[in-house]
């Protein structure tokens, strides 16, 4: 069992990324899925989740409008589509899942994925 993220690079900014999480040994259908994101010196922080059903997302102020958390149940893939990328998105992104009808909080999830580095140049 596990979650993989993967699709980070190194990019200019105002450029674009698009992460995918990808879950082995589980269904994604049944679970909601947070992408989280560390800086450097910085903690944790959430950047946008969407539940179970896809119907519900959230976005983190700062990616609003810039950023696309989607999920296709068929390829138990989420997808985290980054445009206007800007300098201060640089980290290392996480994809996270949690069961039972919640969202994954940092203290609270079923599964925790290997990240993939993003790096947007200034």
């Known amino acids: 069992v596990q979650l993989q993220a993967c699709g980070g690079g190194l990019v200019q900014a105002g450029g674009s990324l698009r992460l995918s999480c990808l879950a082995s040994?589980?269904?994604?259908?049944?679970?909601?899925i947070g992408w989280f994101r560390q800086a450097p010196g910085k903690e944790r922080e959430g950047v946008s989740f969407?539940?179970?059903?896809?119907?519900?997302?959230v976005y983190e102020d700062s990616v609003k409008g810039r950023f696309t958390i989607s999920k296709d149940n068929a390829k138990n893939t989420v997808y985290l589509q980054m445009n206007s990328l800007k300098p201060e998105d640089t980290g290392v992104y996480y994809c996270?899942?949690?069961?039972?009808?919640?969202?994954?909080?940092?203290?609270?999830?079923?599964?925790w994925g290997q990240g993939t580095q993003v790096t947007v140049s200034s």
């Open positions: 996270v899942a949690k069961g039972s009808g919640l969202l994954p909080t940092l203290y609270d999830y079923d599964f």
């Open positions: 040994g589980f269904t994604l259908e049944d679970y909601a």
């Open positions: 969407i539940s179970a059903s896809g119907q519900g997302i």
